[in-house]
């Protein structure tokens, strides 16, 4: 898959899942920097939509970089 449809699944997994605000979350471009080797290697071939990106990484969240996992989870606690 190429970055910019990466970009474009990641965008939709953060749209799906997070509502925060800006100053608290993690950029696009950080979560991309952090994610993008994990997105590759275990969701590669998932299409962007559907909630199938969030599934995907749920699935293999054992399996996520640490600077992943960081920033998914700094992302989900702008939410609250």
Do not use: I, W
Not at 29 to 55: E, F, H, T
Request: proline share 2%; glycine share 6%.
């Amino acid at each position: 898959m190429h970055s910019s449809t990466f970009s474009l699944a990641l965008a939709c997994l953060l749209a799906s899942t997070v509502v925060a605000s800006a100053g608290d979350a993690p950029s696009r471009s950080d979560m991309r920097k952090a994610c993008s080797a994990d997105y590759q290697r275990l969701c590669g071939d998932v299409s962007p939509g559907n909630g199938g990106l969030r599934q995907c990484f749920a699935d293999h969240m054992s399996e996520l970089s640490a600077a992943c996992v960081d920033v998914l989870k700094r992302r989900a606690a702008a939410r609250t």
